[in-house]
């Protein structure tokens, strides 16, 4: 009996219990991180563009060109990212640039078939060239 008791005390085999129990906080991390990461990317990919359609729409007052322009900055942000640009006023402008960034690690049978995102917009300001 104490001989049983013995092998029951014996710690062989626990570093493996507890590396198991680790792994899921330690994937999850992981998944926050790259979450994160995008969300912070595709921020900094939103200013970019919007200063270069301010930059464009300044020297050709033309929202198309404007428009081509952040477009080319914004494909280098993930499919994960979508966005809309609206320009305002005359010779003094304003450029609002509205991001959706979707949210990569979550599934969407979770939200009901639909995609949880995130939104967020920036501005640019700037002057007509004449």
Known sequence: MIKRFNQLRKEDGSATIEFLGIVP???LLILIFWQFAVGIHGIIVAQSAANEYA???????????ARTAADEIMST????ISYSANVSGGKEFKVD??????????????????????????????????
């Open 77 to 80: 942000a993930s499919d994960s």
């Open 25 to 27: 906080l330690v994937f």
């Open 97 to 130: 640039l509205q991001l959706q960034i979707s949210f990569v690690i979550l599934p969407d049978a979770l939200f009901g078939g639909g995609e949880p995102t995130v939104s967020y917009s920036t501005s640019a300001r700037g002057r007509v060239i004449e």
């Open 55 to 65: 930059k464009v729409y300044s020297v050709t007052k033309n929202a198309s060109e």
